[in-house]
């Protein structure tokens, strides 16, 4: 390094002289423009972090849109992440489910709200943003997301919120954007996707990352099990009420189970690969849902650059065969993602074995809670994380094989970045009928 | 003599290093003297630029910033500055000596294309590094998430072409009034024209004060496409065929901003489209569903009224064909491309209807280069590259060819009815050809006649050219992208042909 320095300086010194005054002018500017640059490393591994508790800092305060189930189990969690960390205001569109995490955190935490703190209604996040808080944890249907998202950016809140985080493109691009605008801000968001809050998970990828299995060459991924729950429709309920509450069934709340329950896996290979696919043909049908417009299989082959396929797959459908799991491919081994790393001929490479504390125990990496630990950590030590661009790829990545499913075309990515796609009822949302198409789609033409 | 040499040697090195530091120190403070926006305004002999420069958002603005001449102008230091400083100022100061102030096009030198030559993308980011403050509008986020999946292929002055100079007529805000002017409600026409027999006639567009002529083209038989030995011929100009066409009208002019817009008045749609650009279904268009407002200014500030209309789609200029066949009660189109060379030749065979050499009007050759372009055969007749300055004209600006029709080569290209194929004349079958109307299908449409920024070898009779959709709606931003305007095509229009119906 020293002397190649040595040698361009020279060289610069004589060509100075060479040219003359025209030469000189500016020379502090060419001076300062000397660099170097750093090697590349290859075939070490970088150690993930273990951080098993978040660091003590100032003390936190978040508020909580949509305590249904996810809503109340991300507040508990986020309480259970580490010091000085307290709920002080919550957001729903339903009374009842304002009274009954408010009954959990007092009987799990010793947490009281004041009423005061407690809103209903579809612009209950508006008011809830007025709160003196520091994080919003947003657990709504993710319908609802963007423009949760948005607010939260606009009030400057650093935001936990649940995947998937879009269900259409207009909605994914729009969390794309006010991603960018967090980061801008310096805001740290953290999403969902439990995986990458998971130490397996990140040491499998470091050894990966570190060549231990070659060039990644294919993945599969799969969210196959049991139906999924569902609500019938009470006698007192408006259409909005059901359907909100029978959320997971309608495309327009959740993007259907492809996108609400499999962009975990499909995010997995995203996050391996490090890239989004360019398109996605696919398929899937409805056969025994019992509520709702969604379907309940899928399977997509999705290609990324130079050929690289996913196949996905994913089903909710009782007494079949069940596996929510993923497989990497390499050119010199395979992985499961969560824990070993094989070579072609089925001998392991590596195995993952959680760290133990100091009288011997094993420690334990919630990826619930450890979601809420790095989001804790990096507000508190001033380490900027901001996870839903990424997400967002991934949701949108899952809404091009759904749309490929739906419509029995091939779809590709710059169609899903350049599609005007807006699902749900347009305008002011109000508890009432809902003016939406629930039509199941049914892909190509019958015979003549 | 040894000691005295490595004396001399120490004192000529601490000379040089003296010499040295000196140049560096007045090196820095001429590279900062000759950098001052004075400076530049001393030498720059286009004063409106300055003027337009206070007037800009990069002048006068909330945060009391100034942003001067050489921060757009040249590249941020250490990134070429001093490289580009130097370049930019040799160019100068021969313009400066050796010019004619009086030569320079500055209307051409504001046009993206050439601006972005000169506007280093680098400095715009070096200042501007967040593309999402808080408070941006969707639009904007949508319209930056756009400009970054492009790598590298839009500049941020194609849209922001007004951030350092002021230009009233290509605001944003500009847009969504585009086309409203203020008519007397007295004047306007409640019946169309009437055609009698093949005769030329005067259309009026109903609900407008707009009229335009139609000239009576009757029918005849050709020779489309060029010959193999004529100058600057492409390939696709070839086989030669014959070909007979049915007598129609063809209007006289290009279509005008004033018809154009009464079109755009009767029919423009408030909201946007839905109708996504790659899926937009022909045959579900109706004749009612008009043009969103543009996103760009796409009369370019040159002025309207009788001035060649441009910047709509080829689906646009179909649907005012649709339209104005409504509203008349006869049977407007686009020409095909038979038509349209069948009107431009009218009986001429050679490269273009006036005499004329090709290789004599354009700017290529030895002889041209140093003695000039003689271009007294064509400056009469075509709104070209050597004599448009850059921009369209007023369509008398011209004579007419042998059928009465004006600028049927150069100021606005022209929209056919064809598809684009290469060897389009190839396919066609041997022996005459009757009425052709080009392949089946294509990807691209026909474009005829050349414009005011081609050079005469581009706007002779039998040249061809086609649209190129994906390059032309580069810059818009919208999700969908604009059915109705490209954000990025200056120079072609169209002129509509009506049907003659002899029986009538």
Redesign the interface.
Known sequence: MGSTNKSSRRRF?GN?AAIG??G???????I??CSTSPEASTGTVTEPTILPVAVDGKPLRAGVVGCGGRGSGAAIDFLNAGPDLSIVAIADVFQDRIDDIRGKLKEQKDVELPDANCFVGFDAYKRLLEVDLDIVILATPPFFRPEHFQAC??A?KHVFMEKPVAVDP?GA??V???S??A???GLCVVTGTQRRHSWNYQNVLARINAGMMGDIVSTNVYWNQNKLWHREKQPDWTEMEFMIRDWVNWTWLSGDHIVEQHVHNIDVSNWFVGDHPVSAMGMGSRLRRPTGDCYDNFAVDFVYDKDIHMNSQCRQINDCANSVSEQIRGTKGYSDGEGTIWSPEGEVLYSWESPVDASGEKLQNSPYVQEHIDLVTAIREGKQIVEAEETAISVLTAIMGRESAYTGRKITWEEM????MVLGPQGELAMGPVDIKAVIPIAGSAPE | MRRKSKKTGRILFLLGVIV?AL??FF??K??VATSTDDYCASCHIHPHSTDSWKLSTHVDNKRGIRVRCVDCHLPP??EG??VEK?KTGARDVWAKWFRDPESFNWEAKSQIEHAKGHTFEASCIHCHQ???????T?EG??A??YYE?QAGELHCINCHITVGHYDPDRLHAKNTDFGIIETASTDLYTEPGVMSGLNDFTEYIPGSAVSFEMIAIPGGSFQMGSPDDEPFRNKDEGPVKEVEVDPFFMAKIEVSWDEYLAFFKQTGAQGKS?D?YLNVDKAQVDAISGPTPPYGAPDQGWGKGKMPSMSMTHNAAEVYCQWLSEITGKSYRLPTEAEWEYAARGGSTGPYYFEGDPKRFVKQGVRNKLFGVDTAGINSYVTYMENSGARSLPPEAKIENPFGLLNMLGNVAEFCSDWYAEDAYAQYSDGVLKNPRGPAQGEEHVIRGGSYRDGADRVRSASRDYTRTDAWLKTDPQ???SVWWYSDCFHVGFRVVCEYNETE
């Open positions: 010194l100075t005054a025209i000189a002018i500016g020379a502090s500017q060419l300062k423009s950016v606009e400057r207009v691009r729009a794309m954007a006010a960018k605008q980061e801008a801000a970045m350049g599609s005007d | 040295t140049l560096v090196g820095n001429a590279v230091h250490g500055y001093l130097a967040n593309n999402y403050p808080l408070g941006l969707k986020r949508d930056h998430l999946r839905t996504t999700i969908p992208k």
